[in-house]
């Protein structure tokens, strides 16, 4: 059963109705570009076809209630601020909270969810799911609230409502992105251009590999590496470390003592460059020379700003010793998925050698599959 059909079945057991209307919003996978959104600098991600669906209708209230098909579970809510509602419905009522925030009369509705992003894998199920309820709630209210402003909101609603204190990267792939285009994120003017992202055409193809080994961001490493990065920017006198540039980098890193501040320095300037550098071979139409440029950034995870594990590693170097053109982590770290660049035809073999790399170190087996340009968030 498709999710949008699983998203209606919920609704439709759950309140004996139909629903209104559905909405859906993807998750997403960030070529290039990992841990720059929150400092002010540049993210290339696109969305991948898993989704989450809402099914929703407004009612004559007072207030939300809100069914998943995954947690099989209902929660109902009357008003609420930052942190009340709490775990997956958190994040429904934090947009909820975040558009009445932004001076939005919110519809009271009724919303059945489903989804097939996984779940704690780096693939912003829950940017997905804020987004399909954002879009939703957004149409149904009537509401003049431009695609540009829309991830600034969704954020909000992790940041304050539900104390995750990430970028905007993954709201604005989610409601963003468009088929066939990866999104190219200026994270401080917010401005976007979508570059053109047909691999096929060129033979090759991204091979995502869930390392199932699952991370988790509410935990203090991600706000850490956060911390690190506003530090190196407070001792360097920059609004923000995007306002380091490469040339800059060496005189920039004398003026830190502090050596884990550093490497997070150079990662977040490199990291940037590696992003530009990335658009502009692919405007050139040269999709295969970003295979470096992905490798090093793996690098840069890896070494300096310390966020993969021997799962990702061990992916990574498995997808480049079977041919791959580049590989490396995708999102937050700490587990979560690979990307590899590879030729179409090469698929197979890489699939094979990497689950090989994980038997033999004894992993739980990786979950493998092409990766293909999705639609950002959309009424279907
Ligand atoms: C998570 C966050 C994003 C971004 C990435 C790392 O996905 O939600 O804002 O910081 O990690 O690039």
């Known amino acids: 059963m498709s999710v949008a059909s699983a998203a209606e079945q919920a609704f439709r057991s759950t309140h004996g109705t139909e629903p209104a209307g559905l909405w859906a919003a993807p998750g997403r996978v960030n070529l290039i570009g990992e841990h720059t959104d929150y400092n002010d600098g540049f993210v290339l991600p696109f969305a991948i076809p898993q989704q989450t669906v809402a099914a929703v209708a407004p009612f004559a209230g007072p207030g939300w209630t809100i069914t998943s098909d995954l947690v099989n579970e209902t929660v109902s809510f009357e008003t609420t601020g930052?942190?009340?509602?709490?775990?997956?419905a958190g994040y429904v009522a934090g947009i909820v909270w975040a558009l009445q925030d932004a001076g939005f009369d919110v519809p009271p509705a009724r919303i059945a969810l489903s989804s097939d992003v996984p779940l704690g894998s780096g693939l912003s199920s829950s940017a997905a799911l804020e987004?399909?309820?954002l879009t939703a709630l957004t149409d149904l209210g009537g509401f003049d609230l431009p695609v540009a402003a829309r991830p600034g909101l969704a954020q909000r609603a992790e940041n304050v409502y539900v104390g995750a204190p990430t970028g905007i990267m993954d709201q604005s792939a989610s409601i963003r992105c468009e088929q066939g285009k990866a999104l190219f994120l200026d994270c401080r003017s917010l401005e976007v251009e979508q570059i053109p992202f047909d691999l096929a055409a060129e033979g090759l193809a991204i091979l995502i590999i869930n390392s199932n080994a699952p991370h988790q961001h509410v935990d203090g490493e991600y706000g850490a590496r956060r911390k690190s990065c506003e530090e190196g920017a407070r001792i360097l006198g920059v609004p923000a470390l995007?306002?380091?540039?490469?040339?800059?980098l060496d005189e920039a890193l004398a003026k830190i003592d502090d050596e884990v501040i550093r490497r997070r320095v150079r990662h977040i300037v490199t990291e940037d460059q590696r992003v530009l550098d990335t658009v502009d071979l692919l405007r050139a139409g040269r999709a295969r020379e970003i295979g470096p440029l992905l490798t090093a950034s793996h690098v840069s995870m890896r070494d300096d700003f310390e966020i993969t594990v021997d799962q990702v590693d061990v992916a990574v170097e498995a997808a480049l010793a079977s041919g791959a053109y580049g590989a490396r982590m995708t999102g937050g770290g700490f587990g979560g998925c690979v990307l590899a660049l590879i030729d179409t035809d090469k698929a197979e073999t890489t699939t094979a050698a990497i689950e090989m790399a994980y038997e033999q170190r004894g992993f739980t087996a990786p979950t493998i599959w092409p990766a293909t340009p999705a639609q950002g968030a959309r009424k279907l």
């Open 242 to 248: 995007r306002d380091v540039t490469p040339d800059e």
């Open 82 to 88: 930052p942190g009340e509602v709490q775990g997956w």
């Open 131 to 133: 987004s399909a309820v």
